[in-house]
Nanobody, 124 residues
Framework: QVQLVESGGGLVQAGDSLRLSCAAS????????MGWFRQAPGKEREFVAG????????WYADSVKGRFTISRDNAKNTVYLQMNSLKPEDTAVYYC?????????????????WGQGTRLTVSS
């Protein structure tokens, strides 16, 4: 059973940096795609960044490209989201997600496993 546990959220100011972590357990993740999504109050959950566990290819939402970086540590079974130049519009609950798959996806429906989320608030 796949378990995903996010951490690292908090309250920061605009322009700050923060790193989120997603500890993954329950299986080996070779052949999986991992993603970060976020959901702001009153809005639908949206894709932020993704990574293929095997090979490490990444893809991003246009809104975070150039500011956010997704990475994974095979030894620790952990996925990270490094967020720089944070903006108030980045305020949301951030979720880690995982699914079998070797192609890029930005669709929530393509991800089978989800963490409980970690909240980020960016003040102006």
């Amino acid at each position: 059973q796949v378990q995903l546990v996010e951490s690292g959220g908090g309250l920061v100011q605009a322009g700050d940096s923060l790193r989120l972590s997603c500890a993954a357990s329950g299986r080996t993740f070779s052949g999986y795609r991992m993603g970060w999504f976020r959901q702001a109050p009153g809005k639908e959950r949206e894709f932020v960044a993704g990574i293929l566990w095997s090979g490490g290819s990444t893809w991003y939402a246009d809104s975070v490209k150039g500011r956010f970086t997704i990475s994974r540590d095979n030894a620790k079974n952990t996925v990270y989201l490094q967020m720089n130049s944070l903006k108030p519009e980045d305020t949301a609950v951030y979720y880690c997600a995982a699914s079998r798959g070797s192609y890029y996806s930005r669709r929530t429906a393509d991800y089978e496993n989800w963490g409980q989320g970690t909240r980020l608030t960016v003040s102006s």
